[in-house]
């Protein structure tokens, strides 16, 4: 997850780099760092770094490291003679290493040489039972030849021994949604929160999913988390006020026999209302009167 | 199902559109909503626009009311309505509309009888870049 200034840092960069005003080893570094999929900007730009030699003596001992992140990018990209060629490149200057032989296993995997890759990675992971990525690839294998099952089995085992990779409970949350297995989901996001309690997108991911699960007890806790995200982001989240509108009427429906004078809600809902009208006015004071008039829909069906 | 066969007629504005939006996030589903109304003489359903959706979080609830919420109010305003639902899936060989697909467009066509679902086939976009056809690329689904 990025935080807004290192995105803004990452597009400024970017920008600069794409009208040939230099900087590309920062951007490249930049994308390192942050983890981020730029694959088509990186391959341009690395490629471009590396096919000229007075650059690349330049970079010195960092010129493998941008073999490697070079290959990768083409193989995201699918321009694999390019990947061929970089992880040739480094299997000659490196010729016992096992992160070479990562490399070439992935693009055996980019091929959709499904068996032998799999290989690969087994005999890998023999030889270091602790390598993240590799159980990573394995994943996501799994995954891209849509064997859903086999990547939730393969995500569980992973998240058995590294318990705080928070990316890989994410993952593992989304799979599940995408499945409808929304209990669950809500397990993988509460132990996101657990880990990481001040980013306000998983706070906003575990109330959608109660929200989706429903039940007067889930709404409610939605919506409790809905105001946390609120809190969080100094009440700018435009969503989480939507969803505390959407958790007020839906309360107000599933206790509608019960008479029940929920007035801390209904002030809740008033103040996410107004809220979000504030926010149409000074962003899109063209869509105020759809906004009202569905704000009015939602309070008038509960 | 229709026991009358209606035609659908997709506008440009709409098709390019929900092309544009897969094109965009080509790592991630994506789904749309298709906007437009039954003709007068009532055999054509005319699909005049489209207003993409998601491209991340797709199954969970809130989002996805809210949006049709704010889609009918803006387009009854115009005289249009929520006519079907597009999808894209998340990998290039996946040609089957997934469970979430099914229950939204299930639900879509309880307002409207005669909505169609238009499931992208991301083999076909793919051809696109390197030949000129002008065949359709997505597979209808009623």
Redesign the interface.
Known sequence: MVTKTEESELKNLEIQVDNGGGGAWEYLSLVRKLKV?RSDKVLKHGLSILNDSKLRSKLGADEWTLYEQVAVAAMDCQCLDVAQDCTKALRKRFSESKRVGRLEAMLLEAKGSWEKAEKAYSSLLEDNPLDQIIHKRRVAMA??Q?NISGAIEWLNKYLEIFMADHDAWRELA?IY????MYKQAAFCYEEVILAQPTVPLYHL?Y???L??LGGLENVQTAKKYYASTIDLTGGKNT?AL??IC?CTSAIAQLTKGKNKEDKEGSQLQSLAAKALERDYKQRAPD?LP??T??LK??TLSS | MGSNDLKYEVSQNAYIKLVLHSLKHPTSAVNGVLIGRISSSNDTVEITDAVPLFHSQIPLLPQLEISLILIEEYFSTKGLNIVGYFHANERSDDFELGGVAKNIGDHICRYFPQAAILLLDNKKLEALKKSKSSSAIMQGCI
């Open positions: 999929r995954k891209a849509g989304e949604s995408s499945l409808q991911a109330a959608d999913v929200y989706t969503r939507f969803g959407l869509k759809q906004l008039t569905a829909s939602l």
